[in-house]
């Protein structure tokens, strides 16, 4: 197929895609094409688009357009009103936890945050963000969490490799720059922040926040860090099902 051609019908597909799109997708629709024509079309795709709004970019496996981050101020006001619902501080330390320690058991994250983080687990798993991805070796065979290929899509990232590792954060830190971000923020935005994932936190903890969205109390504490798992015989046949008598 003739270079121009295949870039152009590349450009079609990422752009009619809702999601990104697989190298194994396009080769299912491009029959007969090799990948390194593919390759070739995607890198000068790419190139073309250097000095556009938007941009070629790879996240959760496949290839995806994204408007570049200088603009972000005018895309944030076309769509005051319409955000997706953010994760609360306590959905983002669990996922955080999950993420950089995967696989791992609901005890092990209870353990490491100093609390029941049951119902925060459930809202990620209803959100596709982290999956069952099998059992412990140890005593009761606890199940284990990872993360998922939408938590990837979520944070736009290609592959979990790409999240810098807890060496490199702590010399950003060590050097200031993280310092400096927060400082960079209003202080009145950093204590609305605040109050608004601590709100969201109680809520999903089984507290419904009250109309002010002041916080009446912090989630309880576990009494010893862990978690009982459930008997074996009562594992869940579906993800969703996990956490079911748990609020969130």
Do not use: C
Not at 103 to 128: F, H, Y
């Amino acid at each position: 197929m003739e270079r121009n051609k295949l870039k152009s019908i590349l450009e079609a597909m990422i752009f009619a895609s809702d999601t990104p799109l697989s190298m194994n997708q396009i080769r299912v629709i491009l029959e007969g094409v090799e990948k390194a024509d593919i390759d070739g079309a995607l890198a000068e795709l790419a190139e073309d688009l250097k000095e556009r709004a938007f941009f070629l970019k790879k996240a959760g496996g496949g290839y995806q357009f994204a408007t570049r981050p200088e603009y972000f101020r005018w895309i944030k006001q076309m769509f005051a009103g319409r955000e997706r619902n953010r994760l609360t501080r306590a959905a983002l330390e669990t996922l955080s936890i999950i993420a950089f320690k995967q696989p791992i058991s609901r005890v092990e994250v209870a353990a490491i945050r100093g609390v029941n983080s049951d119902g925060v687990m459930q809202t990620l798993l209803e959100r596709k963000l982290i999956s069952i991805t099998g059992r412990d070796e140890g005593q009761g065979r606890a199940l284990l969490f990872s993360t998922t290929k939408e938590f990837l899509i979520y944070f736009g990232i290609d592959d979990i490799s790409d999240l810098p590792k807890p060496k490199e954060i702590e010399e950003l830190l060590a050097m200031g720059e993280g310092q400096k971000a927060i400082r960079e923020i209003p202080e009145e935005e950093i204590l609305a922040r605040e109050v608004e994932e601590e709100a969201d936190a109680g809520a999903i903890d089984g507290e419904p926040a009250p109309p002010s969205a002041a916080v009446t109390s912090p989630p309880a504490e576990a009494a010893s860090g862990d978690v009982a798992e459930p008997p074996l015989d009562s594992a869940p046949a579906a993800e969703g099902a996990l956490l079911a008598d748990d609020a969130h």
